[in-house]
C-alpha cells in the first residue's frame, strides 16, 4: 500500500497523445495493490469503482478512476474466467488528513443481480 502518492505516471501512449500525469484533487493518492482470483466456475468481475478505503479515523473513501492511460488501476474490473488471477492497483483520492489505512472493501459482481458477498481486507498489517 502506497499512501503518500503525489501523481499517476501514464504509459507511453497517453504520454505522445498529450495527457499529463494524473494529480489528486483532494491532497494525495493512496494506491493498494490487490490481487483477486475467481475461485468461482464461472466468469466473474470485481467492481472497482465501489472500492472503499477505511482509514484508523474511521472515515471511508470510494474509490476514483478509472484513469485514461494510467498505469495503474486497470484490468481489475473486467471479465475474469474461473481459476484466474489479476493483479493491480485500486487508487483513493484523499485528503492529507487521512489516517492510516485500515480496511479494504471490494464486491464481486456487483451490478449483475447476483448475491456474491462483500470482501473485507485487513490492510493495517501491509
Not at 502518492?5 to 499529463?20: C, I, Q, R
Not at 471511508?60 to 475474469?80: H, K
Not at 479494504?104 to 451490478?111: C, P
Amino acid at each position: 500500500m502506497a499512501k503518500d502518492v503525489h501523481e499517476l505516471p501514464l504509459d507511453e501512449t497517453a504520454v505522445s497523445g498529450g495527457l499529463k500525469p494524473y494529480q489528486p484533487k483532494n491532497g494525495l493518492f493512496v494506491l493498494a495493490y490487490v490481487t483477486a482470483r475467481n475461485v468461482g466456475n464461472q466468469p466473474a468481475t470485481m467492481s472497482v469503482t465501489d472500492a472503499m478505503l477505511t482509514d484508523s479515523n474511521g472515515k471511508s473513501f470510494r474509490c476514483t478512476g478509472p484513469y485514461l492511460g494510467g498505469v495503474v488501476g486497470q484490468e481489475l474490473g473486467e471479465e475474469q474466467q474461473p481459476d484466474t488471477a489479476r493483479s493491480g492497483f485500486i487508487v483513493f483520492d484523499v485528503p492529507p488528513s487521512i489516517g492510516e489505512p485500515t480496511t479494504l472493501t471490494v464486491q464481486s459482481d456487483a451490478y449483475m443481480d447476483t448475491t456474491n458477498p462483500v470482501t473485507v481486507v485487513d490492510v493495517s498489517a501491509s
